[in-house]
């Protein structure tokens, strides 16, 4: 089957691709958890505009959701109004899952703790991709955008990393990178930072060199008497 590829310079998503593998999860469950990871952080969508949308009836986007949340994609924070009582809930989705400490109740829903499929009057639920919740920021770190480089596109290095590197390297830092790929290719072998491991072979290539130089030493010029130089 042949692959048509767009160029993708902007307008693109960047993000895991942990669920798109889970084979626990519905071609339904990815398609929606993907468009949600690409909405921009401070966007917040009712289940009723997620269901314009995506153009699907609001039970089909509710039980997506329950799947989510069953798999710790996704999480309900309850919200209350002024006077206490439950206004709703909010959602807060996770490119990996979260560990669950419990499966949702659906069946017997109760005051405290209200169902996807018969949610609190008042605010309609909502679908929250702020990446500031508390939570989030102590479940996840923030993420390093790693680009491909070399002749077989296994060395990863950051926009900071290739740049530390051609400062380091001006001369030759492309040719390091080549070396390192067309190792690791035929070897096999992989290593968690690629630009720590080619500054170190970088030090372990001065080191012989260092060690050729002679080093001055007096006793290197002292003669005996009637020997000539």
């Known amino acids: 089957m042949a692959v048509f590829r767009v160029e993708k310079n902007a307008n693109y998503t960047t993000m895991s691709n942990y669920h798109l593998r889970d084979k626990q999860l519905s071609l339904k469950a990815k398609g929606l958890l993907s468009f949600c990871l690409g909405l921009p952080d401070t966007w917040d969508y009712s289940i009723m505009g997620l269901a314009a949308v995506c153009k699907e009836v609001r039970d089909c986007i509710m039980s997506t959701l329950q799947e989510l949340e069953e798999l710790g994609y996704l999480r309900r924070e ?39 499929e018969k949610p609190a009057l008042g605010d309609p639920l909502q679908i929250s991709t702020n990446s500031t919740s508390t939570e989030r920021n102590n479940n996840e770190e923030k993420k390093v955008i790693r680009h491909k480089y070399g002749a077989y596109y296994n060395v990863l290095l950051s926009d900071e990393e290739l740049l530390k590197l051609k400062t380091e390297f001006p001369s030759d830092w492309q040719s390091r990178i080549e070396r390192l790929s067309e190792y690791m290719a035929s070897t096999g072998r992989s290593y968690k930072s690629h630009l720590a491991t080619i500054r170190s072979w970088s030090r372990r290539e001065q080191l012989p060199k260092a060690q050729k130089k002679a080093h001055y030493s007096p006793a290197n010029y002292v003669y005996k008497e009637g020997e000539s130089l």
């Not at 669950?100 to 017997?108: A, H, L």
């Open 78 to 116: 309850r919200t209350r109004n002024a006077d206490g009582t439950l206004a709703g809930a909010d959602y807060v989705i996770y490119e990996l899952p979260q560990p669950v400490s419990e499966k949702p109740d659906t069946e017997n829903p109760t005051q405290d703790k209200p169902t996807l």
